[in-house]
Antibody, heavy 118, light 112 residues
Framework: EVQLVESGGGLVQPGGSLRLSCVAS????????MSWVRQAPGKGLEWVAN????????FYVDSVKGRFTISRDNAKNLVYLQMNSLRADDTAMYYC???????????WGQGALVTVSS | DIVMTQSPLSLPVTPGESASISCRSS???????????LDWYLQKPGQSPQLLIY???NRASGVPDRFSGSGSGTDFTLKISRVEAEDVGVYYC?????????FGPGTKVDIK
């Protein structure tokens, strides 16, 4: 069974940093792109970043470029989202998702809540 | 970035009837491989999003056949035939043709 479990969320002050982790199981992790998608309270979905199988390609939404870094550890089946210089508008539930070739974001985690507030 | 729009934004439905949601993109989602990189997701209340349709018209595993996707170029449609109570939630289209991937604003479907 495919599972994605996020961790690392919490309350952080503006300007602070946080690292989210997503551990994957039930599939060959190093065969898939992985994504992070977020959802601000009461708002819609926003794609944040993705990373290819070996970590050599990474893409970001403009609003997080230069502040967030996606990475992965294929030996541990982990994908990370390092978030620096956090702002109030980064407050959201952050979902990890598996990106299947020609098959969409086919599995999602339960989400990790990040709250940026003083 | 590719801009995605959806209509309607709110859709009250009667169980047993059909419903359609439109999704438009600011540029064609046709890839050189012949596929349209347009996916549909449903987020039920209190849950994570789930994939319904990928590359325009293919149902994801376990998705009932009352859900169907169609369209080409910049115009796409999700149809739900014989709506059931369990279909309530917010439906999103998303383009996966080019990064950054972008979602539509969502269509909230609820029961009349």
């Amino acid at each position: 069974e495919v599972q994605l479990v996020e961790s690392g969320g919490g309350l952080v002050q503006p300007g602070g940093s946080l690292r989210l982790s997503c551990v994957a199981s039930g599939f060959t992790f190093n065969s898939y792109w992985m994504s992070w998608v977020r959802q601000a309270p009461g708002k819609g979905l926003e794609w944040v970043a993705n990373i290819n199988q070996d970590g050599s390609k990474k893409f970001y939404v403009d609003s997080v470029k230069g502040r967030f870094t996606i990475s992965r550890d294929n030996a541990k089946n982990l994908v990370y989202l390092q978030m620096n210089s956090l702002r109030a508008d980064d407050t959201a539930m952050y979902y990890c998702a598996r990106e299947a070739a020609l098959a969409g974001e086919d599995y999602w985690g339960q989400g990790a809540l990040v709250t940026v507030s003083s | 970035d590719i801009v995605m729009t959806q209509s309607p934004l709110s859709l009250p439905v009667t169980p047993g009837e059909s419903a359609s949601i439109s999704c438009r993109s600011s540029q064609s989602l046709l890839h050189t491989n012949g596929y349209h990189y347009l996916d549909w997701y449903l987020q039920k209340p209190g849950q994570s999003p789930q994939l319904l349709i990928y590359v325009g018209s293919n149902r994801a595993s376990g998705v009932p056949d009352r859900f169907s996707g169609s369209g080409s170029g910049t115009d796409f449609t999700l149809k739900i035939s014989r709506v059931e109570a369990e279909d309530v939630g917010v439906y999103y289209c998303m383009q996966a043709l080019q990064a950054p991937f972008t979602f539509g604003p969502g269509t909230k479907v609820d029961i009349k």
